[in-house]
Nanobody
Framework: QVQLVESGGGLVQAGGSLRLSCAAS????????MAWYRQAPGKQREVVAS???????NYADSVKGRFTIYRDSTKNTVYLQMNSLKPDDSSVYYC???????????????WGQGTQVTVSS
């Protein structure tokens, strides 16, 4: 069974920083890409940042220059470093991963449970 476990959410003041982490566990052959999404109340879920197996990154325009997505040496954990946080960044953040698994011909996508980020004025 595959699990994506998120941590690092919390309450910070505007202008502050926070680092989210997402650890993928289970019998994983390889990770094609991982991403962070967020969904605020009454809004659609949107992609914030993503990173491919080759290390290529992509960011939403709203966070470009402030957020950084990266992986650790094991390549099964992804981080989202969030700097210069704004109240508009307040949301539930979800980890997303596209994985290659044993005995599975087609890669599958998994979601974390979500972690709350609240930025006060």
């Amino acid at each position: 069974q595959v699990q994506l476990v998120e941590s690092g959410g919390g309450l910070v003041q505007a202008g502050g920083s926070l680092r989210l982490s997402c650890a993928a566990s289970g019998s994983i052959v390889s990770i094609n890409f991982m991403a962070w999404y967020r969904q605020a109340p009454g809004k659609q879920r949107e992609v914030v940042a993503s990173i491919t197996r080759g290390g290529n990154t992509n960011y939403a325009d709203s966070v470009k220059g402030r957020f950084t997505i990266y992986r650790d040496s094991t390549k099964n954990t992804v981080y989202l470093q969030m700097n210069s946080l704004k109240p508009d960044d307040s949301s539930v953040y979800y980890c997303n991963a596209n994985l290659n698994l044993p005995s599975t011909l087609v890669p599958r996508t998994y979601w974390g449970q979500g972690t709350q980020v609240t930025v006060s004025s």
